[in-house]
Nanobody, 124 residues
Framework: QVQLVESGGGFVQAGGSLRLSCAAS????????MAWFRQAPGKEREFVAR????????RYSDSVKGRFTISRDNAKNTVYLQMNSLKPEDTAAYYC?????????????????WGQGTQVTVSS
């Protein structure tokens, strides 16, 4: 499995922006479709965004569409999540995940590699 390490979380006021990064090592990064999930206290982990191996195809949850952008740099083995117009309901631990499966999925079960998470807190 690829090893994943997230960074870039922090505390921000509503309306602000953050950029999360997820650095990969150990396997060929380009073999993995990548995704971001998030988990708020007391809630299940939910899908945020996904990007194909080449970076051409992306998908977003309805709650972040138009505000968040997922991208990747395969030369740097890194996937990013640019988060704009943040809202208090975006507060959560954010996790990146990797999948070598051929089926596009927004389910946590479709991803075999996970980072440790980075906390994002948005104040009102």
């Amino acid at each position: 499995q690829v090893q994943l390490v997230e960074s870039g979380g922090g505390f921000v006021q509503a309306g602000g922006s953050l950029r999360l990064s997820c650095a990969a090592s150990g396997r060929t990064f380009g073999d993995y479709a990548m995704a971001w999930f998030r988990q708020a206290p007391g809630k299940e982990r939910e899908f945020v965004a996904r990007i194909s191996r080449s970076g051409v195809v992306t998908r977003y949850s309805d709650s972040v569409k138009g505000r968040f952008t997922i991208s990747r740099d395969n030369a740097k083995n890194t996937v990013y999540l640019q988060m704009n117009s943040l809202k208090p309901e975006d507060t959560a631990a954010y996790y990146c995940a990797g999948s070598t499966g051929g089926v596009v999925t927004t389910l946590t079960s479709g991803y075999g590699s996970w980072g440790q998470g980075t906390q994002v807190t948005v104040s009102s």
